[in-house]
Structures are given as structure tokens and as C-alpha cells.
């Protein structure tokens, strides 16, 4: 995963930020980050985003990331809906079992 500067700089575009909350099968869990870790986020971050940072709740039921990109929300929608159509994701995902039960996706602004 890559980082971010801590704080925005004068010189630095807008960068948006969205929080992808995901209800997991627990058992399906490790496998669910290998995965993550492994196709989905290279692919992404190929496609501009950047995961800022990933967390998995202590039951593994629970699994929260953080994913940015330079841009406005509008910018950001376009890219997200670039990738959600794209013959890479739709590639990456087949087959796949359904790791996710349940998604809570939201904008999020960074407040330190």
C-alpha cells in the first residue's frame, strides 16, 4: 500500500477519500485480505486510487479501507464507476466467492 503526506500541501491537487466497510464471512476473512492484497489493490492503484490504509475488525466479520484519489468527488465517482465496469475487475472477480456479505460505502473527509 502506498502513503500519503500527513497533511495537504499547497501544491498538492484535492484528493477524495472514501471508506469501503465490508461485513465478512469470518472464516473467509484471511483469505478475503490475500486477496485484497494481492489482485485487488495492485489493480486499483494501477487505475490512479491509492489504499491509504486497511483494517480488520479483532472477530474478523468486519473489514474497513480506506481508498483516495487525486480529484474531486465527481473525478472520483467517474474513476470508481471506470473500474466497477472494467473487463480487469470483472476478470479479477470471476470465480471469486462471495468474501462480502454486506458493503458500506461512504465519502470521508481526513481531519488529522
Known sequence: MTTQPETPRGDVPERT???RRYTLDPALADEFVSFLSKQ???AREEQG???E???LSDGKDELTWFVSRFGDRED???AEQAWEESPERAEIFAGAPAYVTGKD???VTRLR
Open 40 to 42: 485487488v489493490i495492485p
Open 17 to 19: 477519500t472514501w471508506m
Open 105 to 107: 460505502l461512504r465519502p
Open 53 to 55: 490504509s486497511m483494517w
Open 76 to 78: 472520483f465517482l467517474a
Open 49 to 51: 486510487f491509492t489504499v
